[in-house]
């Protein structure tokens, strides 16, 4: 069946609850950078970002799960990556008898590549416009990227997801009503 092939976590001084919550602070505090300012504070992001989902450390997950839940580029970004990553370990995919449906799944790919480089050389969209369409079809890689890190996910993993999920609405619901209250503080995404 299913070998797991990286070693786990270990200690280099700091615990595992440090890293986790760490990564969930910085991801809170950027949250209102996401939603509300332009698209170049998220480029200056997106090697963060990139790191934390490229390392396949299950220790980053509720920090992912912020940042993909702001609905902005680093999402795209998210998205983009797993997809790499899940083409990239087809090897060990193939162990789990999961390459059929990868393949299946990499068949309208170049459909949606053409798309995106349409709406880019000839529609002149804004970049969320360009990429929202394709989210859609990237939204399937996290399922193999879950399957990934599945090995590593452990009770303390487990607790900071729940309660990442118990904040993120008010965090959402905070950021709203300051904008609302305060006014634009930063220039819109579109």
Request: charged letters at 10%.
């Amino acid at each position: 069946m299913y070998k797991q092939t990286q070693t786990p976590y270990k200690n280099k001084g700091l615990s595992q609850n440090f890293i986790i919550y760490f990564h969930l602070l910085i991801a809170f505090i950027i949250f209102p950078l996401q939603v509300n300012s332009g698209p170049s504070i998220k480029f200056i992001l997106a090697p963060y970002v990139v790191y934390l989902v490229w390392s396949k450390k299950a220790l980053y997950l509720p920090a992912l799960f912020v940042f993909i839940a702001a609905g902005s580029i680093l999402s795209i970004v998210i998205l983009l990556t797993t997809a790499v990553l899940t083409v990239r370990n087809l090897p060990l995919f193939k162990t789990m008898n999961l390459t059929w449906i990868i393949l299946l799944l990499l068949l309208p790919s170049p459909i949606f590549i053409w798309q995106t480089l349409e709406r880019i050389l000839t529609m002149n969209l804004g970049i969320v416009d360009i990429f929202t369409p394709l989210s859609f079809y990237l939204g399937y890689f996290p399922f193999f990227y879950g399957i990934l890190i599945a090995p590593k996910v452990n009770s303390k993993i487990i607790t900071a997801i729940y309660l990442t999920l118990f904040l993120l609405p008010f965090v959402q619901i905070f950021n709203t009503l300051h904008v609302l209250v305060e006014g634009d503080l930063f220039l819109p995404e579109h």
